[in-house]
Nanobody, 121 residues
Framework: QVQLVESGGGLVQSGGSLRLSCTAS????????MGWYRQAPGEQRELVAS?????????ADSVKGRFTISRDSTMNSMTVDLQMNSLKSEDTAVYYC?????????????WGQGTQVTVSS
């Protein structure tokens, strides 16, 4: 099993920056693809950015040029960071980290508990 723990959320003014971090532990050697999703009130959860073990990245158009995803790994853990710059009020959401053994984030994907990001205008 894989455990995911997010950190770094908070309140920031519009135009500001935050860095989210997700640390995976457990069977990290099984993880191929990790990503950050977000869910705003009344909205569906959406993929923000993801990165594979061979560093292929995918970034949503709505955050392209503002958000950057990166990863670091050791023998027993993997960390995936989301650097968020030029934040807008529409970036306000709960951000979730996810990890999966495959390319797709399916029913077997692991999820963190979420971290709140609030951007004030």
């Amino acid at each position: 099993q894989v455990q995911l723990v997010e950190s770094g959320g908070g309140l920031v003014q519009s135009g500001g920056s935050l860095r989210l971090s997700c640390t995976a532990s457990g069977r990290v050697f099984d993880i191929y693809h990790m990503g950050w999703y977000r869910q705003a009130p009344g909205e569906q959860r959406e993929l923000v950015a993801s990165i594979t073990r061979d560093d292929r990245t995918n970034v949503a158009d709505s955050v392209k040029g503002r958000f950057t995803i990166s990863r670091d790994s050791t023998m027993n853990s993997m960390t995936v960071d989301l650097q968020m710059n030029s934040l807008k009020s529409e970036d306000t959401a709960v951000y979730y980290c996810s990890g999966t053994e495959s390319l797709l984030f399916g029913p077997d994907a692991a999820w963190g508990q979420g971290t709140q990001v609030t951007v004030s205008s």
